[in-house]
């Protein structure tokens, strides 16, 4: 069963714009991360934040995360075409699994 | 560079047919998982292994699907017999809580 439902479920931007995904989950985590996948493709992981951190950045990539709204969010910054993916989130509850979202489609058009 | 590598990349194949997915995980992970992504599902958990035992099938179809791992750098998954509602993409992937790494996966379709 799902935990994470991401929004919006499909976002289509130009490139150079900023992309913003949300998250929302239902239980308590350890952890929460984000992936993305290319048409065709296995899942990449892009970042982990902890539950005990707020945000987090990695090059053009930034999380937030708020437990007590049981909600996580991933910008992209500068958008480019190559960003063009799906986006999922998935939480880790204290075990090695991961319950994943049903993903953000983002298309970002030159 | 370490990945993880699944085949065959696609498969066809007739209602009750048996199919056999493979997957090699990361050298050196040994925590191993079965997915199965579908529009209307998303990607579900079929199934997960950590130094080659089973821990966790419950989202498996137990009547038709098997999951093992034989030696620690392979891993199967089968079907038997497929049915048409069985058609997905299925991931392996290995790693940890902290981040795993998927596989290319299987496009199954059965007819």
């Known amino acids: 069963s799902q935990q994470g439902e991401e929004d919006p479920q499909a976002l289509s931007i130009q490139e150079g714009e900023n992309a913003t995904m949300n998250c929302s989950y239902k239980?308590?985590?350890?952890?929460l991360q984000w992936y993305r996948q290319n048409s065709g493709r296995g899942l990449v992981h892009l970042i982990l934040i902890r539950s005990n951190e707020r945000e987090k950045h990695s090059g053009r990539l930034r999380v937030t995360l708020d437990t007590s709204k049981k909600s996580s969010s991933l910008l992209i910054t500068a958008s480019r075409a190559a960003d063009t993916a799906s986006y999922f989130c998935a939480t880790n509850s204290g075990y090695s699994t991961l319950t994943f979202g049903k993903g953000t489609m983002l298309l970002v058009s030159p | 560079d370490a990945r993880v590598t699944q085949t065959p990349r696609h498969k066809v194949t007739e209602m009750g047919q048996e199919v056999t997915m493979r997957c090699q995980p990361i050298l050196g992970h040994n925590t191993v998982f079965w997915y199965r992504q579908t529009m209307m599902q998303g990607l579900e958990l079929l199934a997960y292994f950590r130094n080659r035992a089973p821990l966790d099938d419950s989202g498996m179809p137990k009547d038709r699907f098997s999951a093992e791992m034989p030696d620690a750098t392979l891993a199967t998954l089968k079907i038997q017999p497929s049915e048409p509602r069985d058609s997905a993409v299925y991931f392996c992937?290995?790693?940890?809580?902290?981040?795993?790494?998927f596989g290319p996966g299987t496009r199954l379709t059965v007819l």
């Open positions: 239980t308590s985590i350890n952890n």
């Open positions: 992937a290995s790693g940890f809580a902290t981040e795993q790494f």
